[in-house]
C-alpha cells in the first residue's frame, strides 16, 4: 500500500473489514426477501452484491450469519448509498450505510 493510500484510509473514521458471508435481506416494508454476498463490512456500512436492482435511498433490513470471529450474527437496518454495476456485468455492489443494529 502506498503512502498516499494509507493516508487516505486514516481519514475514515471506522476501518473497514473484508467479510464474505450470505446476506438476507427484505425490502423495509415488507417487500420481498432476496440474497447478497457480504464483502466487507465497517462500523457503520456494509458493501454486498446482489442480483436485485436497488437504488440509492432504497431502505433494507439485513440479517448477517458467518462462521467468522469477526460477526457471527448481525441484523440491522440499513439504507442503500451507492449501486454500481459488479465486474460481472450481471449483479450490482451496493454500499449501504447501517441506520440502526437491531437487537434481539
Not at 62 to 71: C, G, K, N, R
Request: charged share 30%; proline share 2%.
Amino acid at each position: 500500500m502506498s503512502l498516499d493510500q494509507r493516508r487516505y484510509d486514516e481519514k475514515r473514521d471506522f476501518i473497514r473489514v473484508s467479510v464474505d458471508c450470505d446476506v438476507e435481506l427484505q425490502h423495509e416494508d415488507g417487500g420481498r426477501c432476496f440474497q447478497g454476498s457480504g464483502r466487507n463490512l465497517s462500523a457503520c456500512g456494509v458493501l454486498f452484491h446482489t442480483d436485485e436492482q436497488l437504488k440509492p435511498g432504497d431502505r433494507l433490513e439485513m440479517h448477517i450469519e458467518s462462521s467468522q470471529a469477526l460477526v457471527s450474527v448481525l441484523d440491522a437496518s440499513i439504507e442503500v448509498v451507492r449501486v454500481d454495476p459488479a465486474d460481472d456485468g450481471l449483479s450490482y455492489a451496493v454500499a449501504s450505510a447501517i441506520r440502526s443494529i437491531n437487537s434481539e
